[in-house]
């Protein structure tokens, strides 16, 4: 009879993905007021809310 397997599997390597920051649409004042909170917390060090804001950006509805 075989021994079980008692140690760990090789690590997983996930892909580094570095997108840009979505641009804010042309005129619209809601992303203008979000790139400006986005560039806030990124010198705070808020990475949550930077992220955030780059979903809502993106979720714009001219799909900017």
Not at 24 to 36: H, I, K, R, S, Y
Not at 38 to 43: G, K, N, S, T
Request: charged share 30%; glycine share 10%.
């Amino acid at each position: 009879m075989t021994e079980p397997k008692t140690y760990c599997g090789p690590p997983v390597e996930l892909p580094l993905r570095l997108e840009r920051d979505p641009a804010p649409a042309e005129g619209c004042a809601g992303c203008a007021e979000l790139v400006q909170v986005r560039d806030r917390a990124r010198a705070g060090g808020d990475w949550t809310t930077v992220s955030d804001c780059n979903i809502f950006l993106r979720r714009h509805p001219e799909g900017h």
